[in-house]
Protein backbone atom coordinates (compact mmCIF):
# COMPACT_ATOMS: atom_id res chain seq x y z
CA UNK A 1 0.00 0.00 0.00
CA UNK A 2 2.83 2.63 0.97
CA UNK A 3 4.02 1.98 -2.54
CA UNK A 4 1.42 2.36 -3.98
CA UNK A 5 0.94 5.69 -2.76
CA UNK A 6 4.12 6.79 -3.22
CA UNK A 7 4.03 5.93 -6.80
CA UNK A 8 0.92 7.86 -6.75
CA UNK A 9 2.33 10.66 -5.22
CA UNK A 10 5.44 11.23 -7.40
CA UNK A 11 3.76 10.43 -11.04
CA UNK A 12 1.15 13.56 -9.45
CA UNK A 13 4.22 15.88 -9.09
CA UNK A 14 4.94 14.74 -12.50
CA UNK A 15 2.11 15.76 -13.81
CA UNK A 16 2.23 19.43 -12.03
CA UNK A 17 5.27 19.83 -13.11
CA UNK A 18 6.37 22.88 -15.42
CA UNK A 19 7.10 21.21 -18.76
CA UNK A 20 8.06 24.44 -20.72
CA UNK A 21 10.38 23.76 -23.52
CA UNK A 22 10.06 20.05 -22.90
CA UNK A 23 10.05 18.37 -26.56
CA UNK A 24 7.47 15.79 -24.69
CA UNK A 25 4.87 18.42 -24.14
CA UNK A 26 3.64 18.73 -27.74
CA UNK A 27 4.07 14.71 -28.01
CA UNK A 28 2.11 13.95 -25.51
CA UNK A 29 -1.06 16.35 -26.57
CA UNK A 30 -1.01 14.57 -29.79
CA UNK A 31 -1.17 11.36 -28.05
CA UNK A 32 -3.83 12.61 -25.52
CA UNK A 33 -5.84 13.86 -28.82
CA UNK A 34 -5.11 11.02 -31.03
CA UNK A 35 -6.55 8.88 -27.71
CA UNK A 36 -9.84 11.42 -27.71
CA UNK A 37 -10.14 11.48 -31.49
CA UNK A 38 -10.09 7.64 -31.63
CA UNK A 39 -12.54 6.87 -28.67
CA UNK A 40 -14.92 9.54 -30.37
CA UNK A 41 -14.49 6.92 -33.38
CA UNK A 42 -15.40 4.06 -32.00
CA UNK A 43 -18.67 5.46 -29.89
CA UNK A 44 -19.75 7.13 -33.26
CA UNK A 45 -19.31 3.72 -35.28
CA UNK A 46 -21.06 1.85 -32.77
CA UNK A 47 -23.82 4.28 -32.51
CA UNK A 48 -23.85 4.52 -36.17
CA UNK A 49 -23.80 0.75 -36.71
CA UNK A 50 -26.55 0.11 -34.34
CA UNK A 51 -28.86 2.69 -35.37
CA UNK A 52 -28.71 1.16 -39.08
CA UNK A 53 -29.37 -2.29 -37.56
CA UNK A 54 -32.29 -0.75 -35.55
CA UNK A 55 -34.14 1.41 -38.03
CA UNK A 56 -33.81 -1.72 -40.74
CA UNK A 57 -34.88 -4.37 -38.28
CA UNK A 58 -38.03 -2.28 -36.90
CA UNK A 59 -39.09 -2.01 -40.35
CA UNK A 60 -38.56 -5.45 -41.64
CA UNK A 61 -40.58 -6.53 -38.28
CA UNK A 62 -43.47 -4.15 -39.31
CA UNK A 63 -44.22 -5.51 -42.15
CA UNK A 64 -44.21 -9.52 -40.50
CA UNK A 65 -43.44 -9.49 -37.10
CA UNK A 66 -39.88 -11.25 -35.52
CA UNK A 67 -42.21 -14.85 -36.51
CA UNK A 68 -44.63 -15.53 -39.20
CA UNK A 69 -46.71 -19.37 -37.95
CA UNK A 70 -47.76 -20.40 -41.19
CA UNK A 71 -49.27 -24.02 -42.93
CA UNK A 72 -46.49 -26.10 -44.17
CA UNK A 73 -47.45 -25.43 -47.49
CA UNK A 74 -46.94 -21.66 -47.60
CA UNK A 75 -44.17 -20.35 -49.50
CA UNK A 76 -44.14 -17.32 -47.16
CA UNK A 77 -43.65 -14.70 -49.79
CA UNK A 78 -47.14 -13.47 -51.56
CA UNK A 79 -49.87 -15.45 -51.10
CA UNK A 80 -50.95 -17.15 -47.89
CA UNK A 81 -52.59 -20.82 -47.45
CA UNK A 82 -55.26 -20.68 -45.20
CA UNK A 83 -55.31 -22.32 -42.33
CA UNK A 84 -57.91 -23.02 -39.49
CA UNK A 85 -58.15 -20.21 -37.18
CA UNK A 86 -57.40 -21.33 -33.20
CA UNK A 87 -57.97 -18.91 -30.50
CA UNK A 88 -56.45 -21.47 -27.79
CA UNK A 89 -53.14 -21.59 -29.80
CA UNK A 90 -53.03 -17.65 -29.71
CA UNK A 91 -53.63 -18.16 -25.76
CA UNK A 92 -50.57 -20.58 -25.89
CA UNK A 93 -48.44 -18.41 -27.49
CA UNK A 94 -48.83 -15.66 -25.51
CA UNK A 95 -47.70 -17.68 -22.36
CA UNK A 96 -44.59 -18.14 -23.81
CA UNK A 97 -42.09 -15.49 -22.08
CA UNK A 98 -40.74 -13.07 -24.21
CA UNK A 99 -43.79 -13.12 -26.05
CA UNK A 100 -45.21 -9.46 -26.88
CA UNK A 101 -48.08 -9.63 -29.52
CA UNK A 102 -50.10 -12.42 -31.58
CA UNK A 103 -52.22 -11.50 -34.39
CA UNK A 104 -53.47 -13.03 -37.40
CA UNK A 105 -52.75 -12.00 -41.03
CA UNK A 106 -53.34 -13.02 -44.49
CA UNK A 107 -51.31 -12.16 -48.02
CA UNK A 108 -52.80 -11.96 -51.73
CA UNK A 109 -51.39 -11.06 -54.49
CA UNK A 110 -53.19 -8.31 -56.19
CA UNK A 111 -54.17 -5.60 -58.89
CA UNK A 112 -54.12 -1.78 -57.81
CA UNK A 113 -56.29 0.01 -60.58
CA UNK A 114 -56.70 4.20 -60.34
CA UNK A 115 -58.03 5.80 -63.38
CA UNK A 116 -54.32 6.54 -64.35
CA UNK A 117 -53.30 2.80 -64.55
CA UNK A 118 -52.39 -0.44 -62.59
CA UNK A 119 -50.41 -1.76 -60.44
CA UNK A 120 -49.64 -5.53 -59.14
CA UNK A 121 -49.38 -5.65 -55.31
CA UNK A 122 -49.23 -7.93 -52.39
CA UNK A 123 -52.39 -7.34 -50.02
CA UNK A 124 -51.96 -7.57 -46.60
CA UNK A 125 -54.82 -8.08 -44.70
CA UNK A 126 -55.11 -7.43 -40.88
CA UNK A 127 -57.34 -6.88 -38.35
CA UNK A 128 -58.32 -5.13 -34.33
CA UNK A 129 -55.56 -6.94 -32.33
CA UNK A 130 -52.78 -6.38 -35.61
CA UNK A 131 -50.25 -4.23 -33.44
CA UNK A 132 -50.45 -0.61 -36.06
CA UNK A 133 -47.36 1.17 -33.92
CA UNK A 134 -45.47 0.56 -37.02
CA UNK A 135 -47.94 1.61 -39.55
CA UNK A 136 -49.17 4.74 -37.34
CA UNK A 137 -45.00 5.80 -37.33
CA UNK A 138 -44.51 5.78 -41.18
CA UNK A 139 -47.53 7.30 -42.53
CA UNK A 140 -47.13 9.95 -44.50
CA UNK A 141 -50.40 11.19 -44.90
CA UNK A 142 -53.90 10.52 -43.79
CA UNK A 143 -55.00 7.59 -41.12
CA UNK A 144 -54.67 3.49 -40.69
CA UNK A 145 -58.16 2.40 -41.87
CA UNK A 146 -60.66 1.16 -39.33
CA UNK A 147 -60.19 -2.54 -38.17
CA UNK A 148 -62.79 -2.94 -35.63
CA UNK A 149 -66.23 -4.49 -37.45
CA UNK A 150 -69.06 -6.56 -36.40
CA UNK A 151 -67.89 -9.96 -36.51
CA UNK A 152 -71.06 -10.61 -39.47
CA UNK A 153 -70.33 -7.58 -41.68
CA UNK A 154 -67.80 -6.23 -43.54
CA UNK A 155 -66.11 -3.58 -41.79
CA UNK A 156 -65.95 -0.21 -43.79
CA UNK A 157 -63.74 -0.27 -47.55
CA UNK A 158 -60.74 1.38 -46.46
CA UNK A 159 -57.22 1.22 -47.97
CA UNK A 160 -53.72 2.22 -46.87
CA UNK A 161 -51.14 2.68 -49.76
CA UNK A 162 -47.52 3.13 -50.06
CA UNK A 163 -46.55 6.84 -51.32
CA UNK A 164 -44.85 5.71 -54.10
CA UNK A 165 -47.75 3.52 -55.39
CA UNK A 166 -50.10 6.44 -54.47
CA UNK A 167 -48.07 8.63 -56.53
CA UNK A 168 -47.73 6.13 -59.57
CA UNK A 169 -51.37 5.88 -59.80
CA UNK A 170 -51.95 9.57 -58.99
CA UNK A 171 -54.43 9.13 -56.29
CA UNK A 172 -55.06 11.65 -53.57
CA UNK A 173 -56.45 10.59 -50.11
CA UNK A 174 -60.13 10.50 -50.43
CA UNK A 175 -60.40 9.05 -53.63
CA UNK A 176 -61.97 5.71 -54.49
CA UNK A 177 -60.09 2.90 -56.31
CA UNK A 178 -60.82 -0.88 -57.56
CA UNK A 179 -58.90 -3.37 -55.66
CA UNK A 180 -58.68 -6.98 -57.73
CA UNK A 181 -58.28 -9.84 -55.29
CA UNK A 182 -56.40 -12.96 -57.62
CA UNK A 183 -57.24 -16.23 -56.88
CA UNK A 184 -56.53 -17.76 -59.93
CA UNK A 185 -56.61 -16.72 -63.92
CA UNK A 186 -59.98 -17.42 -63.80
CA UNK A 187 -61.10 -16.10 -60.16
CA UNK A 188 -60.30 -12.79 -59.79
CA UNK A 189 -62.51 -10.90 -57.05
CA UNK A 190 -63.12 -6.63 -57.80
CA UNK A 191 -63.67 -4.27 -54.63
CA UNK A 192 -63.76 -0.87 -54.43
CA UNK A 193 -61.84 0.99 -51.81
CA UNK A 194 -61.93 4.48 -50.33
CA UNK A 195 -57.72 5.76 -49.90
CA UNK A 196 -57.32 6.91 -46.36
CA UNK A 197 -53.74 6.58 -45.80
CA UNK A 198 -50.26 6.35 -47.54
CA UNK A 199 -46.64 5.28 -45.94
CA UNK A 200 -43.05 5.62 -46.74
CA UNK A 201 -40.47 3.06 -44.86
CA UNK A 202 -37.90 3.75 -47.47
CA UNK A 203 -37.22 0.09 -48.52
CA UNK A 204 -38.08 -0.08 -52.24
CA UNK A 205 -39.16 -3.82 -51.84
CA UNK A 206 -41.48 -3.20 -49.46
CA UNK A 207 -42.85 0.35 -50.83
CA UNK A 208 -43.13 -0.72 -54.41
CA UNK A 209 -45.24 -3.98 -53.24
CA UNK A 210 -47.51 -4.26 -50.10
CA UNK A 211 -51.03 -2.54 -49.74
CA UNK A 212 -52.83 -2.69 -46.24
CA UNK A 213 -57.15 -3.75 -46.07
CA UNK A 214 -59.23 -5.26 -43.47
CA UNK A 215 -58.43 -9.28 -43.32
CA UNK A 216 -62.02 -9.52 -43.26
CA UNK A 217 -61.73 -8.60 -47.38
CA UNK A 218 -58.91 -11.48 -48.20
CA UNK A 219 -61.15 -13.80 -46.25
CA UNK A 220 -64.39 -12.96 -48.45
CA UNK A 221 -62.63 -12.71 -51.70
CA UNK A 222 -59.65 -14.83 -51.37
CA UNK A 223 -62.41 -18.15 -52.26
CA UNK A 224 -61.49 -19.54 -48.75
CA UNK A 225 -64.17 -21.14 -46.84
CA UNK A 226 -67.72 -21.74 -47.97
CA UNK A 227 -70.37 -19.33 -48.47
CA UNK A 228 -74.21 -19.11 -48.49
CA UNK A 229 -76.20 -16.23 -49.73
CA UNK A 230 -80.31 -15.83 -50.25
CA UNK A 231 -81.02 -13.61 -53.16
CA UNK A 232 -84.67 -12.37 -52.63
CA UNK A 233 -86.84 -10.74 -55.71
CA UNK A 234 -89.83 -9.15 -55.39
CA UNK A 235 -89.84 -7.17 -58.59
CA UNK A 236 -90.10 -9.96 -61.59
CA UNK A 237 -93.49 -11.13 -60.68
CA UNK A 238 -96.03 -9.21 -58.91
CA UNK A 239 -97.40 -9.96 -55.79
CA UNK A 240 -94.92 -12.98 -55.30
CA UNK A 241 -91.23 -13.25 -53.52
CA UNK A 242 -88.88 -14.86 -55.32
CA UNK A 243 -86.58 -16.78 -53.16
CA UNK A 244 -82.84 -18.18 -54.61
CA UNK A 245 -80.10 -20.20 -53.00
CA UNK A 246 -76.38 -19.13 -53.99
CA UNK A 247 -73.32 -20.52 -52.82
CA UNK A 248 -69.38 -20.06 -53.69
CA UNK A 249 -66.26 -21.87 -52.54
CA UNK A 250 -64.35 -25.26 -52.72
CA UNK A 251 -64.35 -24.47 -56.51
CA UNK A 252 -67.79 -24.65 -56.92
CA UNK A 253 -68.22 -27.75 -54.94
CA UNK A 254 -70.82 -27.44 -52.43
CA UNK A 255 -74.11 -28.88 -51.32
CA UNK A 256 -77.01 -26.84 -50.23
CA UNK A 257 -80.39 -26.98 -47.82
CA UNK A 258 -82.85 -25.05 -45.94
CA UNK A 259 -82.95 -25.37 -42.46
CA UNK A 260 -85.69 -27.72 -42.58
CA UNK A 261 -83.70 -30.05 -44.23
CA UNK A 262 -84.99 -29.49 -47.99
CA UNK A 263 -81.89 -29.46 -50.68
CA UNK A 264 -81.74 -25.84 -51.71
CA UNK A 265 -81.21 -26.62 -55.73
CA UNK A 266 -83.83 -24.43 -57.14
CA UNK A 267 -85.27 -21.21 -56.65
CA UNK A 268 -88.94 -21.36 -55.32
CA UNK A 269 -91.99 -18.74 -54.96
CA UNK A 270 -92.99 -17.60 -51.27
CA UNK A 271 -96.85 -16.29 -51.89
CA UNK A 272 -97.95 -15.99 -48.12
CA UNK A 273 -98.10 -12.76 -46.54
CA UNK A 274 -96.73 -13.82 -42.93
CA UNK A 275 -93.38 -12.64 -41.14
CA UNK A 276 -90.79 -15.48 -41.85
CA UNK A 277 -87.33 -16.48 -41.62
CA UNK A 278 -85.59 -18.81 -43.99
CA UNK A 279 -81.88 -19.94 -43.63
CA UNK A 280 -79.24 -22.03 -46.01
CA UNK A 281 -76.33 -24.35 -44.96
CA UNK A 282 -73.48 -25.05 -47.19
CA UNK A 283 -71.50 -27.97 -46.56
CA UNK A 284 -68.65 -29.67 -48.49
CA UNK A 285 -66.10 -32.42 -47.47
CA UNK A 286 -63.41 -30.93 -44.82
CA UNK A 287 -64.81 -27.41 -45.15
CA UNK A 288 -66.19 -25.40 -42.11
CA UNK A 289 -70.45 -25.13 -43.20
CA UNK A 290 -71.73 -22.00 -43.64
CA UNK A 291 -75.33 -20.71 -42.49
CA UNK A 292 -76.73 -17.70 -43.53
CA UNK A 293 -80.12 -16.21 -42.44
CA UNK A 294 -82.67 -13.46 -44.50
CA UNK A 295 -85.96 -12.32 -42.37
CA UNK A 296 -88.86 -11.06 -44.18
CA UNK A 297 -91.43 -9.07 -42.65
CA UNK A 298 -94.41 -7.78 -43.89
CA UNK A 299 -96.16 -4.21 -43.54
CA UNK A 300 -99.84 -4.24 -41.96
CA UNK A 301 -101.85 -4.81 -44.40
CA UNK A 302 -105.62 -5.96 -44.71
CA UNK A 303 -106.82 -9.40 -44.90
CA UNK A 304 -106.81 -9.07 -49.13
CA UNK A 305 -104.55 -6.58 -49.21
CA UNK A 306 -101.21 -7.36 -51.46
CA UNK A 307 -98.21 -6.06 -49.75
CA UNK A 308 -94.38 -6.10 -50.61
CA UNK A 309 -91.87 -7.29 -47.65
CA UNK A 310 -89.35 -5.91 -46.13
CA UNK A 311 -86.23 -8.21 -45.60
CA UNK A 312 -82.72 -8.20 -44.00
CA UNK A 313 -79.96 -10.48 -43.95
CA UNK A 314 -78.14 -12.04 -40.99
CA UNK A 315 -74.58 -13.72 -40.89
CA UNK A 316 -73.82 -12.57 -43.95
CA UNK A 317 -70.32 -13.97 -43.66
CA UNK A 318 -69.59 -17.38 -44.71
CA UNK A 319 -67.43 -19.86 -43.25
CA UNK A 320 -64.16 -18.12 -44.33
CA UNK A 321 -64.20 -16.02 -41.25
CA UNK A 322 -62.86 -19.40 -39.65
CA UNK A 323 -59.70 -19.57 -42.09
CA UNK A 324 -56.27 -17.01 -41.60
CA UNK A 325 -53.18 -16.59 -43.48
CA UNK A 326 -50.94 -17.26 -40.31
CA UNK A 327 -50.13 -15.63 -37.25
CA UNK A 328 -47.72 -12.66 -36.51
CA UNK A 329 -45.80 -12.91 -33.14
CA UNK A 330 -44.13 -9.96 -32.02
CA UNK A 331 -41.27 -10.61 -29.44
CA UNK A 332 -39.95 -8.41 -26.49
CA UNK A 333 -37.06 -7.48 -28.20
CA UNK A 334 -34.67 -8.54 -31.07
CA UNK A 335 -32.19 -10.06 -28.49
CA UNK A 336 -35.12 -12.38 -27.24
CA UNK A 337 -35.28 -13.83 -30.74
CA UNK A 338 -33.23 -16.91 -30.07
CA UNK A 339 -34.97 -18.16 -26.77
CA UNK A 340 -38.71 -17.69 -27.98
CA UNK A 341 -37.48 -19.88 -31.10
CA UNK A 342 -37.63 -23.28 -29.27
CA UNK A 343 -40.51 -22.34 -27.32
CA UNK A 344 -42.71 -21.70 -30.19
CA UNK A 345 -41.73 -25.00 -32.06
CA UNK A 346 -42.94 -26.72 -29.18
CA UNK A 347 -46.14 -24.92 -28.97
CA UNK A 348 -47.61 -25.51 -32.51
CA UNK A 349 -49.32 -28.38 -33.96
CA UNK A 350 -46.99 -31.02 -36.64
CA UNK A 351 -49.15 -28.89 -39.29
CA UNK A 352 -47.86 -25.69 -39.18
CA UNK A 353 -44.10 -24.06 -39.70
CA UNK A 354 -42.32 -21.46 -37.78
CA UNK A 355 -40.38 -18.52 -40.00
CA UNK A 356 -38.04 -16.22 -37.93
CA UNK A 357 -37.96 -13.11 -39.53
CA UNK A 358 -34.16 -13.58 -40.90
CA UNK A 359 -35.25 -16.15 -42.91
CA UNK A 360 -37.81 -14.28 -44.43
CA UNK A 361 -34.95 -11.46 -45.20
CA UNK A 362 -31.62 -13.33 -45.28
CA UNK A 363 -29.54 -10.61 -47.51
CA UNK A 364 -30.66 -7.98 -45.56
CA UNK A 365 -29.89 -9.37 -41.85
CA UNK A 366 -26.81 -10.59 -43.61
CA UNK A 367 -25.62 -7.13 -44.69
CA UNK A 368 -26.54 -6.01 -40.87
CA UNK A 369 -24.41 -9.13 -39.59
CA UNK A 370 -21.63 -7.02 -41.43
CA UNK A 371 -21.47 -4.15 -39.68
CA UNK A 372 -20.90 -5.55 -36.34
CA UNK A 373 -17.57 -6.51 -38.19
CA UNK A 374 -17.03 -2.80 -38.72
CA UNK A 375 -17.00 -1.96 -35.80
CA UNK A 376 -15.00 -4.23 -34.51
CA UNK A 377 -11.93 -3.74 -37.04
CA UNK A 378 -12.67 0.40 -36.36
CA UNK A 379 -12.15 -0.44 -32.67
CA UNK A 380 -9.30 -2.30 -33.10
CA UNK A 381 -8.01 0.07 -35.23
CA UNK A 382 -8.53 2.63 -33.08
CA UNK A 383 -7.07 1.02 -29.43
CA UNK A 384 -3.99 0.05 -31.72
CA UNK A 385 -2.94 3.27 -32.64
CA UNK A 386 -4.14 4.81 -29.38
CA UNK A 387 -1.38 2.66 -28.56
CA UNK A 388 1.52 3.41 -30.40
CA UNK A 389 0.83 7.61 -29.84
CA UNK A 390 0.89 6.69 -26.39
CA UNK A 391 4.41 4.15 -26.46
CA UNK A 392 5.81 6.98 -28.26
CA UNK A 393 5.07 9.80 -26.16
CA UNK A 394 5.95 7.45 -22.85
CA UNK A 395 9.46 6.67 -24.05
CA UNK A 396 9.98 10.21 -24.64
CA UNK A 397 8.87 11.17 -21.32
CA UNK A 398 11.05 8.51 -19.57
CA UNK A 399 14.01 9.52 -21.94
CA UNK A 400 13.53 13.50 -20.76
CA UNK A 401 13.46 12.29 -17.18
CA UNK A 402 16.76 10.30 -17.67
CA UNK A 403 17.73 12.04 -14.33
CA UNK A 404 15.03 12.31 -12.42
CA UNK A 405 14.87 8.45 -13.01
CA UNK A 406 18.22 8.18 -12.18
CA UNK A 407 18.22 10.38 -8.86
CA UNK A 408 14.95 7.75 -7.55
CA UNK A 409 16.91 4.78 -8.41
CA UNK A 410 20.10 6.29 -5.95
CA UNK A 411 18.29 6.83 -3.56
CA UNK A 412 17.48 2.92 -3.48
CA UNK A 413 13.44 3.55 -5.20
CA UNK A 414 13.22 -0.37 -6.51
CA UNK A 415 12.12 -0.76 -10.63
CA UNK A 416 8.62 -1.60 -9.62
CA UNK A 417 7.76 1.55 -7.98
CA UNK A 418 9.51 3.89 -10.87
CA UNK A 419 7.60 1.48 -13.18
CA UNK A 420 4.13 2.12 -11.31
CA UNK A 421 5.19 6.04 -11.79
CA UNK A 422 5.05 6.22 -15.34
CA UNK A 423 2.19 3.91 -15.77
CA UNK A 424 0.09 6.45 -13.55
CA UNK A 425 1.49 8.87 -15.55
CA UNK A 426 0.39 7.19 -18.78
CA UNK A 427 -3.00 6.24 -17.31
CA UNK A 428 -3.72 9.98 -15.91
CA UNK A 429 -2.77 11.00 -20.01
CA UNK A 430 -5.11 8.23 -21.75
CA UNK A 431 -8.09 8.95 -19.13
CA UNK A 432 -7.88 12.77 -20.08
CA UNK A 433 -8.28 11.60 -23.39
CA UNK A 434 -10.59 8.89 -23.05
CA UNK A 435 -12.94 11.90 -21.46
CA UNK A 436 -12.73 14.33 -23.67
CA UNK A 437 -12.96 11.18 -26.97
CA UNK A 438 -16.66 10.14 -25.33
CA UNK A 439 -17.42 14.47 -24.93
CA UNK A 440 -16.67 14.62 -28.61
CA UNK A 441 -18.15 11.45 -29.61
CA UNK A 442 -21.40 11.33 -27.57
CA UNK A 443 -21.96 15.52 -28.21
CA UNK A 444 -21.13 14.66 -32.39
CA UNK A 445 -24.26 11.40 -31.99
CA UNK A 446 -26.70 13.38 -29.70
CA UNK A 447 -26.22 16.30 -32.21
CA UNK A 448 -27.24 14.10 -34.89
CA UNK A 449 -30.09 12.04 -33.68
CA UNK A 450 -31.83 15.16 -32.58
CA UNK A 451 -31.00 17.25 -35.90
CA UNK A 452 -30.79 14.77 -39.11
CA UNK A 453 -28.20 17.25 -40.27
CA UNK A 454 -26.22 14.32 -41.86
CA UNK A 455 -28.45 12.90 -45.12
CA UNK A 456 -28.04 9.28 -46.67
CA UNK A 457 -29.63 8.34 -50.05
CA UNK A 458 -32.28 5.71 -48.51
CA UNK A 459 -32.08 3.84 -52.42
CA UNK A 460 -28.99 2.51 -51.09
CA UNK A 461 -29.28 2.53 -47.61
CA UNK A 462 -32.64 2.17 -46.43
CA UNK A 463 -32.88 5.20 -44.42
CA UNK A 464 -32.93 8.99 -45.20
CA UNK A 465 -30.56 10.25 -42.51
CA UNK A 466 -28.01 8.97 -40.14
CA UNK A 467 -29.74 7.00 -37.28
CA UNK A 468 -28.08 6.94 -34.23
CA UNK A 469 -28.89 4.31 -31.01
CA UNK A 470 -26.59 4.95 -28.40
CA UNK A 471 -26.47 2.01 -25.27
CA UNK A 472 -25.02 3.52 -21.97
CA UNK A 473 -23.96 0.13 -20.68
CA UNK A 474 -22.27 -0.51 -24.30
CA UNK A 475 -20.11 3.08 -24.44
CA UNK A 476 -18.74 2.13 -20.59
CA UNK A 477 -17.65 -1.20 -21.93
CA UNK A 478 -16.16 0.23 -24.95
CA UNK A 479 -14.53 2.58 -22.31
CA UNK A 480 -13.78 0.27 -19.69
CA UNK A 481 -11.58 -2.07 -22.47
CA UNK A 482 -10.04 1.04 -23.99
CA UNK A 483 -8.92 2.30 -20.91
CA UNK A 484 -7.60 -1.04 -19.54
CA UNK A 485 -5.98 -2.10 -23.16
CA UNK A 486 -4.18 0.78 -23.07
CA UNK A 487 -2.82 0.94 -19.63
CA UNK A 488 -1.38 -2.66 -20.25
CA UNK A 489 0.22 -1.88 -23.60
CA UNK A 490 2.04 0.93 -21.52
CA UNK A 491 3.86 -2.22 -19.15
CA UNK A 492 5.87 -2.74 -22.11
CA UNK A 493 7.50 0.87 -22.76
CA UNK A 494 7.67 1.80 -19.02
CA UNK A 495 10.51 -1.20 -18.09
CA UNK A 496 12.29 0.95 -20.22
CA UNK A 497 13.30 2.44 -16.68
CA UNK A 498 15.10 -0.76 -15.33
CA UNK A 499 17.55 -0.18 -17.99
CA UNK A 500 18.69 2.66 -16.47
CA UNK A 501 21.76 2.93 -14.37
CA UNK A 502 21.61 5.59 -11.98
CA UNK A 503 25.11 7.16 -12.36
CA UNK A 504 24.71 7.71 -16.04
CA UNK A 505 21.09 9.01 -15.36
CA UNK A 506 22.14 11.48 -13.77
CA UNK A 507 24.99 12.86 -15.43
CA UNK A 508 22.65 12.84 -18.40
CA UNK A 509 20.62 16.32 -17.93
Known amino acids: MKSFKLASFLAFRMLRARDNGRISKPIVRIAMWGVAIGIALMILALAVVKGFQSEVRQKVIGFGGHFQIVSNGDNAAQESVPLLYDKNLIGDLKKISGIKNVSVYAQKPAIVESKTGLSGVIAKGIEEQYDTTFLHSVLTQGRVMQLNCKADTLPVAEIVLSEHIANRLSLQLGQ ?84 DGTPATEPFWYSSFIDTTFGLITTAPYQIPDTTYVHLTFPPHGENEFVTPRWTYSNLRGSEVNYIGGYEVQVENFEALERVRDPLWEAIPYDLFVIPLTDRNPEIFAWLEMLDVNVIIIVVLMVVLSIVNMTSALLILILERQSFIGTLKSMGLPNPILLRVFLWHAAHIIGKGVLIGNILGVGLALFQKYTGVFKLDPTNYYVSEIPILMNPMEIIVLNAITLCVCVLAMILPSLYVSTFRPAESIRKN
Open 176 to 259: KLSLYIVNTEDDIQQQNFTLVGTYKTELEEYDEKFIFVHLAYLQQFGGWGLQGQIVVDTATVPLLTFISPVGFGNNGEFKQHWL
